[in-house]
C-alpha cells in the first residue's frame, strides 16, 4: 500500500543533541512538508520541498534543518538551536490536485 | 497572509444528531482550496473533505458536508447523524498558492459525542 512512513515514533532528546526525524513515501508525490504540532494547536509549516535538492522555509524554519536528496525522502534534523522542540511531528506530501497524505507522526520530548 | 479561524475550542453533540463545526479564513487569494482533517487520539490526520474556491457547489463525502460561503469566507463542517467514533479533534485548512501546496491550519475544534 502506497503511503508515508515516519520514524520513529517517540524519539526523547537531551538538551543540546541534535535529532533527525525520518520521513519516507512511495506515493511519488514531488511535494513534501513538516509540520509541528504542540498541544491544544493547529499545524505550522517548518519546511517544504517540491523538487529534490531543493527546499524552502516555512513559518517557523529556525532551529531546524532538512534536506531532499531521493524523491522518496525528506528527513527533519532538529537542532540544538531549536529551544523548545518538545512537539508533535507531521510529514506529508501532494501531488497535483487535492491529494494530500499525511504520516502518523513522531512525538518528539526532549529530557 | 492566510488565517484560519476556528471559534470553538470544545463541542457537544449527542450520538444520531448532527453537528456544525465553524470555520471563517482570510485569504487575498482568488484560487485557493479548503480541507477539513481529524485527528483522533493516537495524532494521524484523516481526510475528510475538500472545497475549491471556483466549486460552485458544495462538497458532500458521506456524513461530511462542507457548507461553503465565499462571500462570508466560511467553510463549515457538517456531520450528520454522530457517531461515537466522530471523538475527535477536526482541523480546518486552507491551501496556498503554488506548486508546493502548504496548509494554512486552525487551532481546532475538539468534538466530543455522547452516548
Known amino acids: 500500500d502506497g503511503g508515508i512512513t515516519q520514524s520513529p515514533k517517540y524519539l526523547f532528546r537531551k538538551e543540546g543533541q541534535n535529532v533527525t526525524l525520518s520521513c519516507e513515501q512511495n506515493?511519488?508525490?514531488?511535494?513534501m512538508y513538516w509540520y509541528r504540532q504542540d498541544p491544544g494547536q493547529g499545524l505550522r509549516l517548518i519546511y517544504y520541498?517540491?523538487?529534490?535538492?531543493?527546499?524552502q522555509k516555512g513559518d517557523i524554519a529556525e532551529g531546524y534543518s532538512v534536506s531532499r536528496e531521493k524523491k522518496e525522502s525528506f528527513p527533519l534534523t532538529v537542532t540544538s538551536a531549536q529551544k523548545n522542540p518538545t512537539a508533535f511531528y507531521l510529514c506529508?506530501?501532494?501531488?497535483?490536485?487535492?491529494?494530500?497524505?499525511f504520516g502518523s507522526g513522531t512525538r518528539l520530548t526532549v529530557v | 497572509a492566510q488565517k484560519i479561524t476556528q471559534t470553538q475550542p470544545g463541542m457537544f453533540v449527542q450520538e444520531k444528531e448532527a453537528v456544525t463545526l465553524d470555520c471563517t479564513y482570510d485569504?487575498?487569494?482568488?484560487?485557493?482550496?479548503l480541507f477539513w482533517y481529524k485527528q483522533p487520539s493516537s495524532g494521524e490526520m484523516i481526510f475528510l473533505i475538500y472545497?475549491?474556491?471556483?466549486?460552485?457547489q458544495n462538497a458532500t463525502e458521506g456524513r461530511y458536508s462542507l457548507n461553503f460561503q465565499k462571500a462570508r469566507k466560511s467553510a463549515n463542517l457538517v456531520i450528520s447523524a454522530s457517531q461515537l467514533g466522530d471523538s475527535a479533534m477536526y482541523f480546518c485548512?486552507?491551501?496556498?498558492?503554488?506548486?508546493?501546496?502548504?496548509?494554512?491550519f486552525g487551532s481546532g475544534t475538539q468534538l466530543t459525542v455522547l452516548p
Open positions: 506515493l511519488n508525490h514531488d511535494a
Open positions: 472545497q475549491g474556491s471556483y466549486d460552485e
Open positions: 485569504t487575498s487569494d482568488q484560487s485557493y482550496g
Open positions: 485548512a486552507m491551501s496556498r498558492r503554488g506548486s508546493a501546496r502548504q496548509l494554512t
Open positions: 506529508a506530501s501532494s501531488t497535483t490536485g487535492y491529494g494530500y497524505t
Open positions: 520541498s517540491q523538487i529534490v535538492n531543493d527546499f
